[in-house]
């Protein structure tokens, strides 16, 4: 169980995603686990998602990480060690996980442990750990993800996603003004709005004092907000100013913002707003998993943590993942993987070091659950 070598066995195999295929990966897991209790739940054909036993009892953890990466040329999957770095599509997010789960799984816990091992988390985690564990529940989840070995991802932001209309007055290039027409008056807005999100901050010392109490340092990963304008669409032809345009944008904040303060930001004259969805933030404070609940797991990581010699840091991050799939359930979950870069990236890396010592405080927390 060489967290090293199953990192780059696991990168060997193709689950980029889409098609997001796991069956290879499954089953070469499931051999590595051959002599325990397993079972594989799909929900989509070739969606595989494998669940290993470790321990059945009371109190039960699970550890888990997913096995699908984003789409890559073929070349990544041929794993390259340079300088300490493991490169190669999926050894950072979040292959190198799995492998340090996997290498944690040796010790004999006291606790109930088992393992999920999931897809699809790329594309919303649905056919993953979403619908594992509507079918195998723990009291408690820790989930892979590249956070680095001395960082809990303890909060996710609230997404909102919101097409704009823009209407403008349209005529001829040679004799109307675009400064009058609606894509004009759009790429004013998404400028403004880009920028005036990067502002944003809200109440967040309430926030920083509860992790401080903790014994963590509470970081903010990139922004407390952000507005995204991911796509425009508008106009009649070349030649014409548009009379109108749409622009598509993923807008994210952190739970201390509120929605309130998001709708005065976003509010412009003369422009239409329609919600296409929203979810809501997950985190310490901000779902229904009880406080008391979230502590206790909390303070179970941090002594894992600094059993390794390190300082633990809470992590704030505009990304989401699986966590919200357990966490709706009442169930505390908190992110943990091995560090490393450029995730989503073609020089996409996992640091060698970072994956022993992810597998050591994955089992220091299997042992103080």
Same mark, same amino acid.
């Given at each position: 169980?060489?967290?090293?070598?199953?990192?780059?066995?696991?990168?060997?195999?193709?689950?980029?995603?889409?098609?997001?295929?796991?069956?290879?990966?499954?089953?070469?897991?499931?051999?590595?686990?051959?002599?325990?209790?397993?079972?594989?739940?799909?929900?989509?054909?070739?969606?595989?998602?494998?669940?290993?036993?470790?321990?059945?009892?009371?109190?039960?953890?699970?550890?888990?990480?997913?096995?699908?990466?984003?789409?890559?040329?073929?070349?990544?999957?041929?794993?390259?060690?340079?300088?300490?770095?493991?490169?190669?599509?999926?050894?950072?997010?979040?292959?190198?996980?799995?492998?340090?789960?996997?290498?944690?799984?040796?010790?004999?816990?006291?606790?109930?442990?088992?393992?999920?091992?999931?897809?699809?988390?790329?594309?919303?985690?649905?056919?993953?750990?979403?619908?594992?564990?509507?079918?195998?529940?723990?009291?408690? %989840?820790?989930?892979?993800?590249?956070?680095?070995? *001395?960082?809990?991802?303890? !909060?996710?932001?609230? #997404?909102? $996603? &919101?097409?704009?209309?823009?209407?403008?007055?349209?005529?001829?290039?040679?004799?109307?003004?675009?400064?009058?027409?609606?894509?004009?008056?759009?790429?004013?807005?998404?400028?403004?709005?880009?920028?005036?999100?990067?502002?944003?901050?809200?109440?967040?010392?309430?926030?920083?004092?509860?992790?401080?109490?903790?014994?963590?340092?509470?970081?903010?990963?990139?922004?407390?907000?952000?507005?995204?304008?991911?796509?425009?669409?508008?106009?009649?032809?070349?030649?014409?100013?548009?009379?109108?345009?749409?622009?598509?944008?993923?807008?994210?904040?952190?739970?201390?913002?509120?929605?309130?303060?998001?709708?005065?930001?976003?509010?412009?004259?003369?422009?239409?707003?329609?919600?296409?969805?929203?979810?809501?933030?997950?985190? %310490?404070?901000?779902?229904?998993?009880?406080?008391? *609940?979230?502590?206790?797991? !909390?303070?179970?990581? #941090?002594? $894992? &943590?600094?059993?390794?010699?390190?300082?633990?840091?809470?992590?704030?991050?505009?990304?989401?993942?699986?966590?919200?799939?357990?966490?709706?359930?009442?169930?505390?979950?908190?992110?943990?993987?091995?560090?490393?870069?450029?995730?989503?990236?073609?020089?996409?890396?996992?640091?060698?070091?970072?994956?022993?010592?992810?597998?050591?405080?994955?089992?220091?927390?299997?042992?103080?659950?």
């Amino acid at each position: 169980m060489d967290p090293l070598q199953i990192t780059k066995d696991l990168v060997k195999i193709d689950t980029r995603n889409p098609p997001g295929k796991t069956a290879e990966a499954v089953e070469y897991l499931s051999e590595l686990f051959s002599s325990f209790e397993q079972k594989v739940y799909a929900k989509e054909e070739g969606k595989e998602n494998l669940v290993v036993y470790i321990r059945k009892g009371k109190p039960e953890l699970m550890l888990t990480s997913h096995l699908d990466t984003v789409p890559a040329g073929d070349e990544l999957l041929n794993p390259v060690i340079v300088d300490g770095k493991l490169y190669g599509r999926g050894s950072c997010d979040a292959k190198g996980c799995v492998a340090a789960i996997c290498s944690a799984a040796q010790i004999e816990p006291e606790c109930g442990l088992k393992l999920a091992f999931t897809s699809d988390e790329e594309v919303g985690g649905v056919n993953g750990l979403g619908y594992v564990f509507e079918r195998e529940k723990a009291d408690a %989840v820790v989930v892979g993800e590249p956070t680095g070995s *001395d960082k809990i991802g303890v !909060l996710q932001a609230a #997404v909102l $996603a &919101i097409d704009i209309e823009f209407k403008g007055n349209s005529g001829h290039t040679a004799s109307h003004d675009a400064i009058e027409g609606a894509i004009y008056r759009a790429s004013q807005y998404i400028v403004e709005k880009v920028e005036s999100f990067r502002r944003l901050e809200g109440a967040y010392e309430a926030y920083r004092e509860f992790f401080e109490g903790l014994g963590m340092e509470f970081l903010i990963k990139s922004w407390h907000a952000v507005f995204n304008p991911s796509m425009i669409r508008g106009g009649v032809k070349r030649n014409v100013v548009a009379p109108k345009c749409t622009v598509y944008a993923d807008v994210r904040f952190a739970p201390w913002i509120s929605i309130e303060d998001v709708r005065r930001e976003l509010y412009a004259d003369d422009v239409e707003f329609r919600v296409e969805g929203f979810l809501q933030p997950y985190g %310490v404070k901000s779902d229904r998993v009880r406080l008391e *609940d979230d502590v206790r797991l !909390l303070k179970i990581m #941090v002594e $894992a &943590i600094v059993e390794e010699g390190l300082k633990p840091k809470a992590v704030f991050s505009l990304g989401v993942g699986d966590t919200r799939h357990v966490r709706k359930h009442g169930i505390p979950a908190f992110y943990l993987g091995p560090g490393g870069g450029n995730l989503h990236g073609e020089n996409e890396f996992v640091y060698v070091d970072e994956l022993y010592r992810t597998a050591k405080i994955y089992q220091n927390i299997i042992r103080r659950f």
